[in-house]
């Protein structure tokens, strides 16, 4: 049994939630992000939150997924500052969704000043509605830079306790950083770039199994949606203990979500067999 955290089930097909209810899956979270095109309007996202707070529950309710979501403006699509205003607008009625969880996943992506702007507005509408967050951190030579922008951005604006904060892509140079300062991270697991599995394990026999999970970030790139029991696996071969295993992809997700009286990981029947 386990929950993948962060996962874009938007753009992946029904089997794959066929393929993740057999391994185990029992929960997902999905955060609002980037589509692979920028939306031609506020009401493209308008849209796009409807389909991941009616659309995508009733789908991986079928395999017995609970599906729980999490709403933003991406950084990618945030430049035009009235556009994303327009987009935040939205956001407060979307958390009264019965599988909304908070405000993600927000950060930075070119580290821009409009970026860092919109990511202060979505951490008072975090603040405003008791919502929990969860954050994206820029990729590659961006990482350290990016990851320093956003802690000392959540710091000054103060409101935020970081118990309820979950930075995410992390990697072996910003693990530190998160843990240390009293945040939740996350590992992305990616099939050959960025984060393997196997660094995720090194990672976490580094710096221990607390405040920590693992995800798959599927979406609609190349990625796999059974990132998260391959990497189960990857630990066992390690010699890692079950109850160990279990803290990671299953106790841990659940600690961090269930600070929302939305998260669930209650096992769902399924309707399909
Ligand atoms: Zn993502």
């Known amino acids: 049994m386990y929950i993948d955290p962060h996962i874009h089930m938007v753009s992946r097909t029904t089997d794959d939630y066929a393929r993740m209810a057999v391994a185990g899956c029992v929960a997902v979270t999905e955060p609002a992000f980037w589509a ?131 930075v995410d892509h992390v990697e072996e140079h910003t693990v530190r950083l998160v843990l240390e300062r009293g945040f939740w991270a996350g590992m992305t697991l990616y099939p050959d770039t960025k984060c393997t599995a196997a660094r995720a394990v090194d990672i976490i026999e580094m710096h221990g199994t607390n405040r920590i999970w693992i995800n798959s970030a599927g979406d609609w790139g190349h990625s796999d949606p059974l990132a998260v029991p391959k990497a189960v696996l990857s630990m066992r071969a390690r010699g890692h203990t079950a109850a160990d295993i279990h803290k990671i992809s299953f106790d841990n997700p659940r600690a961090f979500l269930s600070q929302s009286k939305n998260f669930s990981a209650e096992p769902l029947r399924p309707t399909v067999a």
């Open 36 to 166: 692979g095109f920028d939306r031609s309007s506020p009401a493209g996202f308008q849209d796009y939150f409807r389909q991941l707070t009616e659309t995508e529950p009733r789908r991986a309710a079928a395999y017995g997924i609970r599906h729980h979501s999490w709403i933003c403006i991406n950084p990618k699509e945030a430049e035009d500052h009235g556009f994303a205003r327009e987009v935040m607008s939205m956001i407060p009625a979307f958390l009264e969704r019965p599988n909304v969880l908070g405000v993600g996943e927000i950060g930075l992506n070119r580290n821009s000043r409009t970026e860092l702007a919109v990511f202060e507005e979505h951490l008072e509408i975090a603040a405003k509605h008791n919502a929990l967050v969860l954050i994206h951190t820029p990729h590659l030579e961006d990482k350290l830079k990016g990851t320093r922008l956003i802690l000392d951005a959540i710091r000054a604006h103060g409101k935020l306790d970081p118990a309820r904060i979950l």
